[in-house]
């Protein structure tokens, strides 16, 4: 089976602060991972992904995500937050191949305080 | 740039009554899916097809059935709408075929159920 955890519900930080959202996930195997952004009465859209190589990835808008076999994780960062990141942040994974179905966090509520 | 579109974007239904919900890719994408989002959780799966004229069940797939009449067009259907199934709905597609997981998401239909 494979699920993602997502231990935060909601983070605060300061604008101008560093970032990390944290992501667990559960696979047998190494999957496709992603993050992705939900703002307020809009629809999910992706931030970066995970297929394989430098555990490192950049995404849009400054984000980056780290990915750890050892762990199973992969954390989300940002370097300094702007008030404008205020959104939900979902952590998803999946198997990749044929069968296509993703699996979704129940998503971190960042807060960034002015 | 690849687009999920999704009508209506909110609807008030009443208990017992059908709701159907439509969706519409111009991705030329080979899946499309249902997802629904309850207030503080993640998204979870609903109906998905990989065809048109086939559907598959996600993972809560009672009281919906699914339509998918030609590849760009797929439906949720709620027979007799239930309380319950107040939350928002978000339609989604991609295309595995081409080696690219990543799934693009509409804005959300947003269906309360008084």
């Known amino acids: 089976a494979q699920s993602v955890t997502q231990p935060d519900a909601r983070v605060t930080v300061s604008e101008g602060a560093s970032l990390q959202l944290r992501c667990k996930y559960s696979?047998?195997?190494?999957?496709?991972l992603f993050w992705y952004v939900q703002y307020p009465r809009q629809g999910l859209q992706l931030l970066l992904k995970y297929y394989s190589g430098d555990p490192v990835v950049q995404g849009v808008n400054s984000f980056e995500a780290e990915f750890s076999k050892s762990n199973s994780s992969f954390h989300l960062q940002k370097a300094s937050v702007h008030w404008s990141d205020s959104a939900v942040y979902f952590c998803?994974?999946?198997?990749?191949?044929?069968?296509?179905?993703?699996?979704f966090g129940d998503g971190t509520q960042l807060v960034v305080k002015p | 740039e690849a687009a999920v579109t999704q009508s209506p974007r909110s609807k008030v239904a009443v208990t017992g009554g059908k709701v159907t919900l439509s969706c519409h890719q111009t991705?030329?994408?080979?899946?499309m899916y249902w997802y629904r989002q309850d207030t503080g959780h993640g998204l979870r799966l609903i109906h998905y097809s990989y065809v048109a004229d086939s559907t598959e069940k996600g993972d809560i797939p009672d009281g919906y059935k699914a339509s998918r009449p030609s590849q760009e067009n797929f439906s949720l259907i709620l027979e007799l709408a239930s309380l319950s199934q107040t939350a928002v709905y978000f339609c989604?597609?991609?295309?595995?075929?081409?080696?690219?997981?990543?799934?693009?998401f509409g804005k959300g239909t947003r269906l309360t159920v008084v």
């Open positions: 696979y047998s195997a190494t999957p496709y």
């Open positions: 991705n030329n994408h080979d899946y």
């Open positions: 989604a597609s991609s295309d595995p075929g081409q080696g690219n997981t990543e799934v693009f």
């Open positions: 998803a994974l999946s198997r990749g191949g044929s069968n296509n179905r993703i699996f």
